[in-house]
């Protein structure tokens, strides 16, 4: 079991960046595939980013590819997010399961944060 917290979020202006993370609670998670997802009011859930458990493969939503990346520091899992635009502003949320590969699934993932909110606008 993993308890995940995210941090990082916060107002942004248009182009501009934040460094979203991912950590659990007395664990390391470099054993962990780690996802991050995003939800807009009265949207569904999207997938953003995943990495493996197993190396460092990583896949992209089209809608954050050359934006956005994911990647493993310390305990705990970045998303580094750049030239962000209004239609990013959204609750992003870690999610992990234990040693699998990259999954964009939301269901094939047992544990959730419980999101850090994101907000772009002048």
């Known amino acids: 079991q993993v308890d995940l917290a995210e941090s990082g979020g916060g107002l942004v202006q248009p182009g501009g960046s934040l460094t979203l993370s991912c950590a659990a609670s007395?664990?390391?998670?470099?054993?962990?595939?780690i996802g991050w997802f995003r939800q807009a009011p009265g949207k569904e859930r999207e997938p953003i980013a995943c990495?493996?458990?197993?190396?460092?493969t990583t896949k992209y939503a089209d809608s954050v590819k050359g934006r956005f990346t994911i990647s493993r520091g310390g305990a705990g899992v970045s998303l580094q997010m750049n030239s962000l635009k209004p239609e990013d502003t959204a609750n992003y949320y870690c999610?992990?399961?234990?040693?699998?590969?990259?999954?964009?699934?939301?269901?094939?993932?047992?544990?959730w944060g419980k999101g850090t909110q994101v907000a772009v606008s002048s």
């Open positions: 999610a992990a399961q234990y040693w699998a590969p990259c999954e964009t699934l939301a269901t094939r993932y047992d544990y």
């Open positions: 007395g664990k390391t998670l470099d054993r962990w595939r």
């Open positions: 990495i493996s458990a197993s190396d460092t």
